[in-house]
């Protein structure tokens, strides 16, 4: 199913026409109506005229997450407060938080392309959605709630939290698409079954799971357990929020909605454009925004980008899973770190659940990692030698995946907290 | 000749854990019989003998306690010197791999059971069958 099949499945000569024009509106719009953009581009000694080619988008400087954050609160907008009729914000856990306005037509275009990545997963008028996303400034509940509406599909606007509750309306409502954030999926799969809930009772055919990174083992596990596809649905505050991209039933990457959100892939160190399939940073370039329009948005997701006609029938281009952060990048020891590695080597032991934290300090002046993880039922054993085994087995397969010897702490279940939002994994307490 | 069950409880090695899975029991009602610590560096496995086993077994799990529960061998324990020694000697000679050791008293006092985790249960006792040895 697809739900903008014009949109979706054009030529690529016709989406790099209509990109190009889209590109050179939108650049012209921010110069105009931006202050910021005026600024930058003109000490960068760009002119929105010299965009000729899609490939000159190089020439424009980037923006960057600290950038929305000095304009704060409104800088940004490109239009009067009398236009814009909705306002998100991000969580502001790392700094002064940066808020976006949305228009009438930001807010319909945003419904759009949720709606196609809701469709993407299969969702019809017929669907229940149970949305675990929160409401609120977090763009993540009522993004996948416009989207909903615009499939009309039923959508039960449960927020994220309170868990025996959401048990409750996926059994007696009959849900059949989840949207949550993939470790929360998790976290209900482990609530469903500790209930005991009669298995005829879930009827879950979906899952659109996204505001995390998550791996391929996480994708079965949930799908092991909850019984549904499971999908990657990504986006981010400063662009749109959810929708800027999403996985198909094809599960091998997501589809970025390319005709409004312009994508391209950098070195985060040289800060030049990779050629295609090569893994870099991501940045963004929302092509059709009103409200807000961000140019060459530094996203620090490392992911790579491929091209082609996708099995499902889409043109768009698919999007890598996001497989770090170029700012989330640890060095330890002079080695790069990304905490996904990490993740991937715990899950290939078998019985680890994907709660952990990893905890960076330096003790004596070297630097030392420990990774908590939960002791599930699963792996427990009554004896001490089998878990020291496992403790150790776990340590190997680290070391092997990141070639860093770490060490390997076993908590108590549930000790670690669950998250609702985005998981809080990596705990650099260096003060470097 | 009945069944000896054990509940071992994954704790972390932290102030209040044994006083967090002991009240469980407090506030059930269960009875602890015997109690056998072994622990390593951050971590360590709770061993408890319990009156009512699987009312304590199903009261850990419900509140999110990482718990198995694993049939042991209960040996009788008569109270003189040279007892233990006879016992041990038993499992020995008939190449019982011991994994664990720790003591039950019995409720009169005359008696103590030694609680010897073995790998297959049945199977000791099968071994035993030949030796002046009573079981719980």
């Known amino acids: 199913m697809i739900w903008d099949k014009k949109a979706e499945c054009m030529t690529a000569k016709e989406r790099e026409s209509l990109q190009l024009g889209r590109l050179q509106a939108i650049v012209t719009y921010a110069y105009e109506k931006v202050p910021f953009y005026k600024k930058r581009f003109n000490s960068a000694k760009f002119k929105p005229s010299d965009i000729k080619t899609l490939a000159d988008i190089k020439k424009i400087p980037f923006t960057e997450k600290a950038d929305l954050r000095e304009v704060y609160p409104f800088g940004m907008f490109a239009v009067p407060g009398t236009e814009i009729v909705e306002v998100h914000s991000s969580s502001g856990t790392t700094g002064t938080p940066v808020v976006v306005g949305y228009t009438r037509n930001d807010i319909d275009l945003w419904g759009e392309v949720v709606a196609r990545a809701l469709t993407m997963a299969g969702t019809t008028r017929g669907d229940l959605i149970q949305n675990g996303y929160g409401y609120g400034l977090f763009t993540g509940g009522l993004g996948v709630h416009y989207g909903a509406q615009k499939i009309g599909a039923t959508v039960v606007p449960v927020s994220a939290g309170q868990t025996k509750r959401q048990i409750q309306i996926m059994a007696d409502f009959g849900t059949t698409i989840l949207t949550c954030t993939p ?20 009827k879950l055919k979906a899952g659109v799971f996204g505001a995390e990174m998550w791996t391929e ?5 949930i799908e092991r357990r909850l019984k549904l596809d499971a999908l990657n649905i990504y986006g981010l505050t400063e662009i749109i929020g959810p929708g800027v991209a999403q996985e198909c039933m094809d599960k091998t990457g997501s589809h970025i909605a390319e005709d409004h959100f312009y994508p391209e892939i950098i070195s985060p160190e040289t800060l030049e454009p990779l050629p295609e399939g090569e893994k870099g940073e991501l940045v963004l370039t929302t092509l059709t925004r009103e409200g807000m329009p961000v140019i060459r948005f530094r ?62 300090t330096r003790p004596h002046h070297l630097d030392e990692v420990e990774v908590k993880v939960e002791v599930s039922k699963k792996v427990f054993s009554d ?34 907290p669950r998250s609702e939002g985005k998981a809080k994994r990596v705990f650099d307490q260096r003060q470097l | 000749m009945g069944e000896l069950r054990q509940l071992s409880v994954f704790a972390e090695n932290k102030p209040g854990r044994l006083e967090k899975i002991t009240k469980v029991f ?82 009169s006092r005359n008696k103590a059971f030694l609680i010897v985790e073995v790998e297959d249960v049945k199977e000791a006792k099968e071994r035993l069958k030949g030796e002046n040895i009573r079981f719980y």
């Open chain 1, 183 to 202: 470790s929360y999926a998790l976290y209900l799969a482990e609530a469903i079954e500790e209930e005991g809930v009669a298995k005829k009772k879930i």
């Open chain 1, 299 to 360: 996203t620090k997701d490392i992911t790579s980008l491929k091209k082609g006609q996708c099995p499902c029938g889409r043109t768009l281009v698919k999007m890598d899973r996001v497989t770090g952060r170029s700012d989330d990048m640890l060095k330890v020891r002079g080695v790069i770190v990304f905490p996904s590695k990490i993740e991937k080597a715990l899950l290939s032991v078998k019985g680890i659940e994907p709660h952990y934290q990893i905890y960076v």
């Open chain 1, 383 to 416: 004896e001490i030698k089998h878990l020291e085994e496992l403790r150790k087995k776990l340590e190997k397969a680290i070391d092997e995946a990141i070639g860093l010897r770490v060490k390997v702490t076993l908590v108590e279940p549930k000790s670690l």
């Open chain 1, 217 to 221: 083992r996480m994708r079965q596990e």
């Open chain 2, 26 to 107: 407090a506030d059930e009602g269960v009875n602890i019989l015997a109690i056998y610590i072994s622990s390593i560096g951050d971590y360590g496995v709770i061993k408890f003998i319990v009156d009512r086993t699987d009312q304590a077994y199903t009261s850990l799990k419900g509140k999110g306690f990482t718990v198995s529960l694993n049939e042991v061998l209960g040996i009788e324990l008569e109270d003189r010197p040279g007892m233990l020694y006879e016992v041990v000697r038993a499992l020995g000679k008939h190449a019982i791999n011991v994994e664990n050791v720790h003591v039950l008293v019995g409720e």
